[in-house]
């Protein structure tokens, strides 16, 4: 059974069924309704495993298999594994991780070398029907020959070699008497036509390197426009839908099909993802991972869907977005803006609500007609939204330690937190006054000796007393250690591969930054990929390098869209 665990399979079922279809879902309609394919609906995800899939994989995830399971149909997983200069088993298994924590399994698994003796065959079929030749030019002669779309390309000299010369040499090609370069087989098809991919496109060509899953058995290898149809053909794809990019290409994948007479599979296209404030190529993707700019392709800033998981992204949230984004016929930039909702939408329903003093230097503040020595058990609702939530228990005592930001000394009007003489409510627990400001020799405020209203407990205040500001607070003797990570997006322009120049000189300087806090001792219980919100800060995950002594948290997304508001007041 494909598709996403059964809950969230029912409800994108329900959701779906109320909106209009897509134009992709209108065409299986159609088809299914005129009996094509026999009724059945057979989609593909073919990734090359030469890096990691990205958010706009995902989107392309979505749709191959939502359209099996939306249908009754199967998807297949099949790796583009054409180029092994480039590819490699690590990307393979981090492709089958992705997709199976975005909740999809597929039918059949297969890489296009499972057909590298077919498609051989099928080169060699070419060849004697005079579709193909071996060609001598060197790369770029065979550019110069191509011309341009306003004029006619001119011909090999090599296009009129005989079939059985052809025969011959691709044969030799095939058993590494050549070097790399030496000889291309090129389809014979028409250097005047205006489509350039119909000019005698190149369909194998000669790399004398080690292949991930076939070792050293081939020295010549498929090019994408030849292996590609012919692969969706052999899987008997009924539908093989693609990005905007292939459209000229499909003229190339159905002339395959027809002159090989081999099962008509059809081609598809839809519009990628373009994505605010990132990139989508796996070639810029690559050269921020080897020259350092993030630490890795599972850097919570980096678009990769393993980025996005240790950022605490969910799957339920990329699902959500895709279907918000919808399938459109015409390339658009969509506001990372809709990402970050999908996900805040979630955690608020979702995460519980905890207390985290995010400051390298808080300050202490100390109640001084509490019982010294005297620790007291809270107990604080884990979340509004969710009654079944409940709640925890939370410690608290005669320090407690609060962030600066939230004391001023000389406050200005309608300021409603800390300040010399001014009261606040300690989240969960009781009303406190500030009395006196301590300070160091160099004037920096260290401590806050104030008091508080013993009748003023939350849940059973009695004080009759109401205050404005609430803030947070962790008790002192129980507070955690923990390192807290504050992602920000990666780049300061909304296209930095649009951009003149560098695409990497757009690199937000402030995409990370890296505090300490203090946090409530029962996060120590957390584990990895946890999600929950520091009240008042944003939300966030346990990071997989956390320790026993140090506690990780990788913020996945402020409470508020703040960057928004800081571009339209620049």
Not at 227 to 256: K, N
Not at 510 to 525: D, F, I, M
Request: proline residues 5%.
């Amino acid at each position: 059974m494909t598709g996403a665990p059964t809950d969230a399979t029912e409800r994108r079922d329900d959701e779906s069924s109320a909106r209009s279809l897509n134009f992709i879902e209108q065409i299986v309609e159609d088809d299914l309704a005129s009996g094509k394919h026999g009724g059945r609906v057979h989609t593909r995800f073919p990734p090359e495993p030469n890096g990691y899939l990205h958010i706009g994989h995902a989107k392309s995830i979505c749709l191959n298999f939502g359209l099996a399971d939306k249908y009754g149909g199967q998807t297949n997983l099949r790796f583009d594994d054409t180029n092994p200069v480039t590819e490699d088993t690590e990307y393979v298994e981090s492709i089958k991780a992705d997709v199976r924590w975005l909740g999809f399994e597929w039918e059949n698994e297969f890489y296009a070398s499972d057909y590298f003796d077919k498609l051989y065959e099928f080169a060699e079929s070419l060849i004697q029907k005079g579709l193909a030749y071996v060609d001598d030019s060197t790369s770029e002669e065979i550019a110069a020959q191509k011309g341009n779309p306003a004029e006619p390309g001119q011909e090999s000299p090599y296009r009129n070699r005989s079939i059985d010369e052809n025969l011959d040499l691709f044969r030799r090609m095939r058993a590494g008497e050549f070097p790399d370069g030496a000889k291309v087989l090129r389809a014979k098809i028409d250097m005047a036509s205006p489509n350039m991919h119909f000019r005698d496109p190149i369909i194998y060509r000669i790399k004398h390197a080690h292949h991930h899953r076939t070792g050293d058995k081939w020295c010549i290898y498929p090019m994408y426009d030849f292996a590609h149809g012919q692969s969706d053909s052999i899987e008997e794809i009924t539908h093989s839908v693609c990005t905007l990019e292939f459209i000229p290409h499909r003229p190339l994948y159905d002339w395959f099909i027809e002159k090989l007479e081999i099962f008509p599979s059809k081609q598809y296209e839809f519009a990628r993802l373009n994505l605010t404030y990132t990139v989508m190529s796996k070639r810029k993707l690559l050269q921020l991972v080897n020259e350092g700019h993030v630490t890795g392709w599972d850097d919570p800033r980096m678009p990769t869907i393993s980025g996005l998981r240790r950022r605490g992204y969910t799957p339920a949230s990329i699902r959500e977005f895709a279907d918000r984004i919808g399938i459109a016929k015409r390339e658009n930039m969509i506001d990372v803006g809709l990402l970050e909702f999908c996900i805040r939408e979630e955690l608020n329903k979702t995460t519980d609500r905890v207390m985290a003093v995010v400051d390298e230097n808080p300050i202490k503040l100390v109640i001084t007609n509490y019982p010294e020595g005297q620790t007291e058990t809270l107990r604080i609702e884990n979340n509004p939204e969710d009654a079944s939530a409940g709640d925890r228990e939370v410690p608290f005592s005669r320090e407690v330690y609060v962030e600066r930001d939230d004391f001023m000394e000389n406050p200005p009007k309608k300021y409603f937190r800390l300040a010399p003489g001014q009261m606040v409510r300690l989240k969960g627990a009781y009303i406190v006054r500030c009395d006196e400001v301590v300070k160091d020799a160099d004037g920096t405020v260290v401590q806050l000796n104030c008091t508080y209203i013993p009748e003023s407990r939350s849940g059973s205040d009695t004080s009759g007393i109401n205050v404005k500001g609430t803030i947070h607070w962790v008790s002192v003797p129980h507070a955690k250690e923990a390192e807290v990570r504050l992602y920000d997006r990666l780049f300061t322009v909304e296209d930095p591969s649009g951009e003149e120049g560098d695409f990497k000189s757009y690199i937000n300087p402030n995409s990370l930054q890296v505090v300490r806090a203090k946090v409530e001792p029962n996060l120590s219980t957390r584990q990895v990929g946890d999600r929950v919100q520091f009240m008042r800060k944003g939300y966030f995950t346990v990071d997989p390098d956390s320790t026993a002594d140090l506690l990780l948290f990788n913020r996945t997304v402020t409470l508020k869209d703040s960057w928004g508001k800081e571009v339209k007041k620049g």
